[in-house]
């Protein structure tokens, strides 16, 4: 690819949006954050897979940008000039390079530590535009032509290759896919690295190593999603889950001065993430994807600095001392002055005989683009009478020949916002079918068949359907808290004016004053989003309560 080609596939027709050439006032601004080095023709100034690469700005030499490929060749991703500069969205991130950086003719750059190009964008508000932008669009160009330190083998017959297209994809991370189903080069593929189709799915990570089915957890270690994150001191605050309420109180928390790390366990955004389209959200008036806007709010969070470790999930409080302590899996014990429990909630799976045996191989919990390409064409059934379930039938019925919604009561009025229904109704190719419920799924190793119920008159169905989304009520994920915070009947957490003097007495309460309005029966501990009691299913008001706790925060710190 040359030079011209790659920058105006970018952003065309802006491409200086994506590669903008500095001015001299600009440069000379920049360099009281770094210092200027002299470069010959071939220096490599950072490798594939390198962590904490500086950023650099080419002040009269040239570059290329390339990728090596698994054959050994390399693919030039865009060759810069004089007046640009390097980095994309893993600068901010910590993460490890996708490209290796050589300088093609001699001369002189700029080198910024990752540490004081962040103070830059946070002092320097023109120049944190223009990079910011940058970094975002030649991220969404790297993704886009699948520029990548990782290739997927798998089937979409096969649940797990899903699984790990989608933790890669909601993550923002660049790679190629081979479906070993229509592929013809994919033997060479399974022969050069020693696998078979039984390994499905496989990941190979910068060409050398190899994870058969791997976890989400090895995923992100292979591809080093948490480099540099130090998990050893104590944090001013942990927030426990990386939806729309746990990202802002990361930016706020960042912005702010704190000391803040957020755990995830898949990807950020949480449920939301996964809506194809959200138009009620405020300043959105055409509507955003939910991953759309978890990344923007992932970027932001570290633009402010503060640490998001992916596919860490916490495993316990320990509530008997302090600092608290936040147990991972494969970590002795995160410390916090302060937690935020942010860990929303999950879709009830609903009773029907054999679900999980189709789980990713035809049922599925979220309605993504991912998800969307399997069944074009296809018809489909939408379960659910909320605007996750709204969203979702309209999104798949852009691809799929028809959508049959089933919900349980007589009309979607009181669960799902007026602009859906109306969009559903209105929908020659959305089936709406109320007071009915599936009863039956079918197929030998994937889904084949449905049988749904109408509940008022008994009339059974079966439909020869491959592919179903459940997205039915909602189980707050905290068993991770059994025995450390008080619960509702249904095992949301309490918090503020809910809490009984019984609770803050079980508690022991030890405090004069009484929780503040989001927190818990633990002093210092809050509760945010989807997995609070009594909290209103909207991705504004998650964010509102996100930033609230942080004011929070401060004032138990100090208390301290």
Not at 71 to 93: A, D, I, Y
Request: net charge negative; aromatic share 6%.
């Amino acid at each position: 690819m040359t030079m011209d080609e790659s920058k105006d596939s970018v952003n065309s027709p802006e491409p200086s949006k994506s590669f903008p050439k500095l001015t001299p006032a600009q440069i000379e601004r920049m360099k009281r954050f770094g210092e200027v080095r002299t470069v010959a023709a071939g220096d490599i100034l950072f490798e594939q897979g390198a962590v904490d690469v500086p950023f650099f700005v080419l002040l009269s030499c040239g570059m290329e940008i390339v990728q090596p490929t698994e054959s050994g060749e390399r693919r030039v991703v865009v060759v810069h000039e004089p007046g640009e500069f390097t980095g994309e969205v893993n600068m901010l991130s910590n993460r490890r390079s996708l490209v290796r950086a050589r300088v093609t003719a001699p001369g002189e750059v700029l080198r910024i530590s990752q540490e004081k190009l962040r103070s830059l964008i946070q002092t320097e508000p023109d120049l944190s535009e223009l990079i910011m932008r940058a970094f975002i669009l030649r991220r969404l160009y790297l993704i886009e032509h699948g520029h990548g330190d990782a290739i997927v083998l798998g089937s979409r017959h096969c649940a797990g290759t899903l699984r790990v297209r989608e933790f890669l994809s909601r993550n923002g991370h660049p790679f190629t896919y081979v479906d070993l189903d229509r592929d013809q080069e994919a033997q060479h593929l399974l022969d050069r690295f020693n696998v078979s189709v039984d390994d499905v799915p496989v990941l190979i990570c910068r060409g050398e190593y190899v994870l058969r089915n791997p976890s989400n957890e090895e995923v992100a270690e292979c591809l080093g999603f948490n480099t540099g994150i130090d998990n050893t001191h104590v944090r001013d605050v942990i927030v426990v889950g990386a939806g729309p309420a746990g990202l802002a109180a990361a930016v706020y928390a960042a912005s702010e001065g704190l000391d803040a790390l957020v755990l995830e366990t898949a990807a950020p955004g949480g449920q939301a993430g996964s809506s194809s389209r959200i138009e009620n959200y405020l300043g959105f008036p055409t509507g955003i994807s939910g991953q759309e806007l978890a990344g923007r709010a992932y970027t932001q969070a570290r633009k402010f600095g503060a640490d998001i470790a992916i596919a860490k999930s916490a495993a316990r409080l320990t509530c008997q001392r302090k600092p608290y302590v936040i147990e991972v899996r494969d970590s002795e014990g995160i410390q916090g002055r302060t937690v935020i429990i942010a860990s929303g909630a999950q879709y009830n799976k609903i009773a029907i005989p054999d679900l999980a045996k189709y789980e990713g191989n035809g049922v599925y919990y979220g309605a993504t683009f991912m998800e969307a390409q399997l069944c074009v064409h296809e018809e489909v059934v939408v379960v659910g009478g909320g605007n996750s379930a709204g969203q979702a039938a309209v999104f798949l019925s852009q691809t799929a020949s028809k959508v049959h919604v089933l919900v349980r009561s007589r009309a979607l009025a009181q669960t799902m916002s007026r602009y859906l229904v109306r969009r559903i109704e209105d929908n020659p190719a959305i089936d709406l079918r109320t007071q009915t419920e599936i009863i039956g799924l079918e197929g030998e190793s994937a889904l084949e068949r449905v049988v749904w119920r109408n509940t008022q008159t008994g009339e059974e169905e079966v439909r020869q359907i491959r592919h179903v989304f459940l997205m039915t009520g909602a189980i707050p994920n905290t068993a991770w808290l059994q025995g450390c915070l008080a619960l509702d009947s249904r095992g949301f957490v309490k918090t503020g004016n809910d809490l009984s003097p019984d609770d803050l007495s079980q508690a022991g309460w030890a405090l004069e004053r009484p929780p503040y309005l989001l927190e818990t029966s633990l002093p210092g501990v809050f509760s945010v989003g989807d997995v609070r009691s009594g909290n209103v299913k909207r991705v504004a008001s998650a964010v509102g309560e996100g930033s609230v706790a942080i004011h929070m925060v401060h004032q138990v710190l100090q208390e301290q």
